[in-house]
Nanobody, 116 residues
């Protein structure tokens, strides 16, 4: 059974940094594409960044390029999202996603609030 547990959210000031972690269990982590999505109040869930199962190829949404970095540690079965230069518009619930053969699994999310 796929389990994904996010951590690292909280309150940050504009220009600050946070690092999100997603601990995975119950599946062959290295075989899954991993991603971070976010959903702001009143908006649809959107892809923030993804990292492939093979070679760790990454892609980031235009809105976070140069500020956020996704990475994974297959030995620790963990995916990370390093968030720098945070902006108020980054405020959202951030969800960890695992995908294989077009089947998605989700964590419960962690809230990130960017405010002074």
């Amino acid at each position: 059974q796929v389990q994904l547990v996010e951590s690292g959210g909280g309150l940050a000031q504009p220009g600050g940094s946070l690092r999100l972690s997603c601990a995975a269990s119950g599946f062959t982590f290295s075989s899954y594409r991993m991603a971070w999505y976010r959903q702001a109040p009143g908006k649809e869930r959107e892809l923030v960044a993804a990292i492939s199962s093979v070679n760790g190829v990454t892609n980031h949404a235009d809105s976070v390029k140069g500020r956020f970095t996704i990475s994974r540690d297959n030995g620790k079965k963990t995916v990370y999202l390093q968030m720098n230069s945070l902006k108020p518009e980054d405020t959202a619930v951030y969800y960890c996603n695992a995908r294989r053969f077009s089947v998605d699994s989700w964590g419960k999310g962690t809230l990130v609030t960017v405010s002074s």
